[in-house]
């Protein structure tokens, strides 16, 4: 824990009333006296964490100062969004402040002299029905409602959405109303007072729940201030100011029959203010403990009257830490900031202090998803969120909203009027039409012709049904393309499995008909190919051991078969010279096999071998008379390889020509040609003795032949970026324009250790990222950054199979084809609605699985640093997220694209992302959010934030 009193935050020594951290952490409000009247001041949040920034004379420390109070501001309370901060005074007025985009000149007065305003904060709405001074003011979960309290003894409900309608006056104390707290869904809002009462009323009619008095009966005397406060998971209900065998404390309240059975002990004087963490948390788990994971908790911090501050975890029975004459006046009020990690406290003396926490103190949060997921499952959907029927006649704030309010609903008629009979975008019709059929139907009657017959004992058998999956949605992946999804195999006859036969052990691995090569000695090997059982052998089939052995696994040689598909191969090439040449493509297929532990072992028990190392072997290309290859990437560009040129004095040569777009050139190298490869950038070869030469397309040579580590196998280029696999299985990715080196002999053991798997097919994508397509269907991308392989493609992937979303950007659909991911993926990237199953899922698995699957879309196509492809996936990730109502990952997702506003030297924000720039994504994804009444509040923040952003 770190403890922090930045001495620049103060109201000239006048009384600091209240303070609250902004919910994006980057500045705080404090309300309190001023000079002649109320003061309402938000202060920048970095010079207060980072030392840097506060020696840092550009960085400003004040943001906007607000003298509009007539007396004292005893409240300060940011909404939940953090678009408006609304304060409470002695004038009895409840102010509602709005940052203006108009930044114009204005100052204000301070101890300095004239300051002038970093941010223009300008008064929305003003408030007025307390007969007396406002001591606390409260936004509900959700924003959707303003609660005020006063000292003539009222709670007033506001309605947030429509300032200045008062939707309820709660009248039931009989003394001044000092605090309000909400619980966190919105089914209840608790006040205290000093009529020793602590009052609990329902947000459903805005009737009185229950009036708890027993623990405040000893109370004597009274506090400035009686801030209570709610626990996250809403189980818990602590007052301000209660007394227990005379002694002050802070009374725990359980919401499960209110009962009073617990309470904060401890402090010397009256408890003024209590504050509870906005995260709930869970104990830290040791790494690698396999301990069943605690229950959660939650983090209270509670202040007095005698200057000191203590903070509790519900877990404990002691307080986790407790500071003494922490000011030199009372506590007057606490803010948390969102991640939980930081508190701010302030004082009567005028100042304020800040402790910063770590996780390992106080735990690791949930997260506001888990959260969520408890409120639901505990206290049901929260009342806090307006219904359809409040949606439809909400009141829309900003323009830009309601016209693309006005274009969704435009586009659902049109929808409508084009596809009446089309399956409904809602998730709860799974059933759907196949052919006119519902599948319910095709159940029935498949049902109605199952065999039964009778067993001689009188039992009941039922031959079984073979039923396909029933499939509504697009799937390539489960259906093929030459059949209907409605099409139904019913096999006239099952037979029973035969018994267990020794003999197919090995050969239901493998081809069947064929025996299989991995598990077999090189004598069996022969005796095969003297049966003709094996036509040709090739060094990809075997595992060879390693160089320290005196006897190897003998490969292979070459039959006369393959001598005359050699023969044959020089005279097509020949031919291809006056006709097509071949194409290089992008994806080159190459197979390796790996070798089984228990293979092994066999085949060193039969040869008496001892257990060398081994080494995966991949195969290289054999030296070819001539050849002629295709660039892929520009079809107007052919690369003619000719060796074995007889020279002056009998020497050999390999003449290398390059033909583009009818300009040639060509050059000669010493050593034989084995592969070639080029891109619109380079033309590369390799040559025997494990030499790789590089040239530009004009046939300069760029850098001196490149030694590489053992033969080459497969080598391809993509724009200015060279691969080269070897045949040791290693890795190497060059950038031969600015000359580094983007992967270093990286081996494939990795991917492929402890498997049968092969390599077949292999991607060199525009940014110089290797990507490896396995036998298994799975792909991975080596990533530089990390020195990691990625998981980026899994053919067998449950969560695109469950995943259930809307298609969205039709008109980039070829750009998105033409992909790394898509080409991967083998697939198009917006495959549309792909769970309408025959059995559904629970809505909430399905939509976890959605945004799992979204989510690993996304970070696919960040790993492979395609621009066009993580710019669609987030805005249809952004698009689910709008749908469903994943208020706290859409808000994290803008915050990220929107970017700090003020600069801050420990700032890590980044403005661009995959050369794509944040803020222009961000606006991208206001029509998105725009579609969302519910998010109308997040819309017009962010417009405005980009507004000024525009304006500086």
Same mark, same amino acid.
């Given at each position: 824990?770190k403890?922090l009193?930045?001495?620049?935050?103060n109201?000239?020594?006048?009384?600091?009333?209240?303070?609250?951290?902004?919910?994006?952490?980057?500045?705080?409000?404090?309300?309190?006296?001023?000079?002649?009247?109320?003061?309402?001041?938000?202060?920048?949040m970095?010079?207060v964490l980072?030392?840097?920034?506060?020696?840092?004379?550009?960085?400003?420390?004040?943001?906007?100062?607000?003298?509009?109070?007539?007396a004292?501001?005893n409240?300060?309370r940011?909404?939940?969004?953090?678009?408006?901060?609304?304060?409470?005074?002695?004038?009895?007025?409840?102010?509602?402040?709005k940052?203006?985009?108009?930044?114009g000149?204005?100052t204000?007065?301070?101890?300095?002299?004239?300051?002038?305003?970093?941010?223009?904060?300008r008064?929305?709405?003003?408030?007025?029905?307390?007969?007396?001074?406002?001591?606390?003011?409260?936004?509900?979960?959700?924003?959707?409602w303003?609660?005020?309290?006063?000292?003539?003894?009222?709670?007033v409900?506001?309605?947030?959405?429509?300032?200045?309608?008062?939707?309820?006056?709660?009248?039931?104390?009989?003394?001044l109303v000092?605090?309000?707290?909400?619980?966190?869904?919105?089914?209840?809002?608790?006040?205290?007072?000093?009529?020793?009462?602590?009052?609990?009323w329902?947000?459903?009619d805005w009737?009185?729940e229950?009036?708890?008095?027993k623990?405040?009966?000893?109370?004597?005397?009274?506090?400035?201030?009686?801030?209570l406060?709610?626990?996250?998971?809403?189980h818990y209900?602590?007052?301000?100011?209660?007394?227990?065998?005379?002694?002050?404390?802070?009374?725990?309240?359980?919401?499960?029959?209110?009962?009073?059975?617990?309470?904060?002990?401890?402090?010397?004087?009256?408890?003024?203010?209590?504050?509870?963490?906005?995260?709930?948390?869970?104990?830290?788990?040791?790494?690698?403990?396999s301990?069943?994971?605690?229950?959660p908790y939650?983090?209270?911090?509670?202040?007095?009257?005698?200057?000191?501050?203590?903070v509790?975890?519900?877990?404990?029975?002691?307080?986790?830490?407790?500071?003494?004459?922490?000011?030199?006046?009372?506590?007057?009020?606490?803010?948390?900031?969102?991640?939980?990690?930081g508190?701010?406290?302030c004082?009567?003396?005028?100042s304020?202090?800040?402790?910063?926490?770590?996780?390992?103190?106080?735990?690791?949060?949930?997260?506001?998803?888990?959260?969520?997921?408890?409120?639901?499952?505990?206290?049901?959907?929260?009342?806090?969120?307006?219904?359809?029927?409040?949606?439809?006649?909400?009141?829309?704030?900003?323009p830009?909203?309601?016209?693309?309010?006005?274009?969704?609903?435009?586009?659902?008629q049109?929808?409508?009027?084009?596809?009446?009979?089309?399956?409904?975008?809602s998730?709860?019709?799974?059933?759907?039409?196949v052919?006119?059929?519902?599948?319910?139907?095709i159940r029935?009657?498949?049902?109605?012709?199952?065999?039964?017959?009778?067993?001689?004992d009188?039992?009941?058998?039922?031959t079984?049904l073979?039923?396909?999956?029933?499939?509504t949605?697009?799937?390539?992946?489960?259906?093929?393309?030459?059949?209907?999804?409605?099409?139904?195999?019913t096999?006239?006859?099952?037979?029973?499995?035969?018994?267990f036969?020794?003999?197919?052990?090995?050969?239901?691995?493998a081809?069947?008909?064929?025996?299989?090569?991995?598990?077999?000695?090189?004598t069996?090997?022969?005796?095969?190919?003297?049966?003709?059982?094996?036509?040709?052998?090739?060094?990809?089939?075997?595992?060879?051991?390693?160089?320290?052995?005196?006897?190897?696994?003998?490969?292979?040689?070459p039959?006369?078969?393959?001598?005359?598909?050699?023969e044959?191969?020089v005279e097509?090439?020949?031919?291809?010279?006056?006709?097509?040449?071949?194409?290089?493509?992008?994806?080159?297929?190459?197979?390796?096999s790996?070798?089984?532990p228990?293979?092994?072992t066999?085949?060193?028990?039969?040869?008496?071998?001892?257990?060398?190392a081994?080494?995966?072997?991949?195969?290289?290309?054999g030296?070819?008379r001539?050849?002629?290859?295709q660039?892929?990437?520009d079809?107007?560009?052919?690369?003619?390889?000719?060796?074995?040129?007889?020279?002056?004095g009998?020497?050999?040569?390999?003449r290398?020509?390059?033909?583009?777009?009818?300009?040639?050139?060509?050059?000669?190298?010493?050593?034989?040609?084995?592969?070639?490869?080029g891109?619109c950038?380079?033309?590369?070869?390799?040559?025997?003795?494990r030499?790789?030469?590089?040239f530009?397309?004009?046939?300069?040579?760029?850098?001196?032949?490149?030694l590489?580590?053992s033969?080459i196998?497969?080598?391809?280029c993509?724009?200015?970026y060279v691969?080269?696999?070897?045949?040791?299985?290693?890795?190497?990715?060059?950038?031969?324009?600015?000359?580094?080196?983007?992967?270093?002999?990286?081996?494939?053991?990795?991917?492929?250790?402890?498997?049968?798997?092969?390599v077949?097919?292999?991607?060199?994508?525009q940014?110089?990222?290797?990507?490896?397509?396995?036998?298994?269907g799975?792909?991975?991308?080596?990533?530089?950054?990390?020195?990691?392989?990625?998981?980026?493609?899994?053919?067998?992937?449950?969560?695109?199979?469950c995943?259930?979303?809307?298609?969205?950007?039709?008109?980039q659909?070829?750009?998105?084809?033409?992909?790394?991911?898509?080409?991967?993926q083998?697939?198009?990237?917006?495959?549309?609605?792909?769970?309408?199953?025959?059995?559904?899922?629970?809505?909430?698995?399905?939509?976890?699985?959605?945004?799992?699957?979204?989510?690993?879309?996304?970070?696919?196509?960040?790993?492979?640093?395609?621009?066009?492809?993580?710019?669609?996936?987030?805005?249809l990730y952004?698009?689910y997220?709008?749908?469903?109502?994943f208020?706290? #990952?859409? &808000? @994290?997702?803008? !915050?990220? =694209?929107?970017?700090?506003?003020?600069?801050?030297?420990?700032s %890590?924000?980044?403005? *661009?992302?995959?050369?794509l #720039?944040? &803020? @222009?994504?961000? !606006?991208? =994804?206001l029509?998105?959010?725009?579609?969302?009444?519910?998010? %109308?509040?997040?819309? *017009?923040e962010?417009?405005?934030?980009l507004?000024?952003?525009?304006d500086?």
């Open positions: 824990m403890l009193k930045p001495t620049w935050v109201h000239n020594g006048k009384p600091i009333f209240s303070v609250d951290i902004h919910p994006d952490g980057t500045k705080f409000a404090t309300g309190g006296q001023g000079q002649d009247s109320g003061k309402v001041v938000i202060w920048n970095s010079p980072q030392e840097d920034d506060e020696k840092d004379e550009n960085i400003p420390k004040m943001l906007c100062q607000m003298d509009n109070h007539l004292c501001v409240c300060v940011w909404s939940n969004s953090g678009m408006y901060l609304a304060s409470g005074g002695d004038d009895k007025l409840i102010m509602v402040w940052r203006a985009t108009y930044i000149p204005s204000v007065f301070g101890s300095s002299g004239k300051l002038a305003n970093v941010e223009q904060w008064c929305v709405s003003i408030l007025r029905n307390h007969s007396g001074d406002v001591m606390d003011v409260a936004w509900s979960p959700h924003d959707a303003l609660a005020s309290c006063s000292v003539d003894n009222t709670v409900i506001w309605n947030a959405v429509k300032f200045p309608e008062i939707l309820a006056t709660l009248r039931g104390h009989s003394g000092k605090g309000l707290t909400w619980d966190p869904v919105g089914k209840y809002i608790a006040s205290q007072a000093d009529d020793r009462s602590l009052k609990v329902r947000t459903l009737q009185l229950t009036s708890i008095t623990p405040f009966d000893e109370c004597g005397g009274t506090t400035h201030v009686l801030r406060s709610w626990s996250p998971d809403g209900l602590v007052s301000a100011h209660a007394m227990n065998n005379s002694g002050p404390t802070a009374q725990i309240i359980e919401r499960e029959g209110w009962k009073t059975n617990m309470d904060f002990v401890g402090h010397r004087k009256a408890v003024t203010v209590v504050k509870f963490n906005p995260k709930i948390f869970k104990k830290k788990q040791k790494n690698g403990s301990a069943k994971p605690s229950c939650c983090c209270c911090a509670v202040g007095s009257k005698d200057r000191s501050l203590s509790w975890l519900t877990c404990l029975k002691r307080p986790l830490v407790v500071i003494h004459e922490l000011f030199d006046k009372s506590i007057m009020d606490i803010s948390w900031t969102l991640n939980g990690l508190i701010l406290v004082s009567m003396d005028g304020v202090a800040f402790l910063d926490f770590s996780q390992d103190e106080l735990g690791d949060p949930l997260s506001e998803e888990e959260k969520s997921r408890i409120h639901q499952s505990t206290y049901g959907k929260s009342l806090a969120i307006m219904t359809e029927a409040q949606l439809s006649t909400a009141v829309i704030e900003n830009e909203m309601l016209k693309y309010q006005r274009r969704q609903q435009q586009q659902q049109l929808d409508q009027k084009s596809a009446p009979a089309r399956e409904p975008g998730a709860a019709s799974v059933a759907g039409v052919n006119g059929e519902s599948l319910e139907d029935k009657n498949l049902l109605k012709k199952q065999v039964e017959t009778r067993t001689a009188g039992r009941r058998r039922i079984p073979c039923i396909a999956q029933l499939d949605g697009v799937n390539a992946t489960s259906t093929p393309a030459s059949l209907s999804p409605s099409v139904l195999t096999p006239s006859k099952i037979e029973p499995m035969k018994a036969d020794s003999r197919f052990t090995e050969r239901s691995k081809t069947p008909g064929a025996p299989t090569l991995t598990s077999m000695t090189p069996a090997i022969e005796r095969l190919k003297e049966q003709n059982l094996v036509k040709e052998l090739r060094p990809r089939d075997l595992l060879e051991t390693s160089s320290d052995s005196d006897e190897k696994i003998p490969l292979a040689k039959s006369s078969l393959s001598k005359r598909k050699l044959l191969e097509t090439v020949e031919k291809k010279k006056k006709g097509r040449p071949r194409k290089d493509t992008r994806l080159m297929p190459v197979a390796l790996v070798q089984s228990a293979a092994l066999a085949e060193k028990e039969a040869m008496c071998l001892s257990a060398p081994l080494a995966l072997k991949l195969p290289v290309p030296p070819q001539a050849f002629t290859l660039v892929s990437s079809p107007s560009m052919y690369i003619e390889v000719e060796n074995e040129v007889t020279a002056v009998g020497v050999k040569l390999s290398l020509k390059c033909n583009r777009e009818g300009k040639e050139w060509e050059t000669v190298l010493t050593s034989r040609i084995l592969t070639a490869a891109s950038d380079v033309v590369c070869v390799a040559c025997e003795k030499m790789l030469s590089v530009s397309t004009c046939g300069r040579r760029l850098l001196p032949p490149i590489l580590p033969p196998s497969t080598l391809h993509t724009g200015s691969m080269a696999l070897t045949a040791a299985a290693t890795l190497s990715v060059w950038d031969v324009h600015r000359q580094v080196v983007v992967v270093k002999e990286e081996s494939l053991h990795s991917i492929l250790a402890g498997s049968d798997m092969t077949s097919q292999i991607l060199l994508t940014h110089g990222i290797p990507v490896m397509n396995l036998s298994d799975k792909a991975y991308c080596f990533n530089p950054s990390l020195s990691t392989w990625n998981l980026v493609s899994d053919k067998q992937d449950s969560l695109a199979l995943a259930d979303f809307r298609s969205s950007l039709p008109s659909d070829a750009m998105l084809c033409s992909g790394p991911l898509a080409i991967i083998g697939r198009t990237s917006n495959s549309g609605r792909q769970a309408a199953r025959l059995f559904s899922v629970p809505h909430m698995v399905q939509q976890e699985t959605t945004l799992a699957y979204l989510e690993n879309q996304v970070a696919a196509a960040l790993t492979l640093q395609s621009s066009h492809e993580y710019r669609h996936w987030l805005l952004a698009r997220l709008v749908n469903e109502g208020e706290y #990952r859409l &808000r @994290e997702i803008c !915050k990220d =694209l929107l970017g700090p506003v003020h600069y801050s030297t420990g %890590q924000w980044e403005s *661009t992302v995959v050369g #720039r944040k &803020r @222009e994504l961000l !606006k991208e =994804l029509p998105v959010i725009g579609q969302n009444i519910r998010f %109308q509040r997040l819309f *017009t962010c417009q405005e934030q507004d000024i952003l525009r500086k």
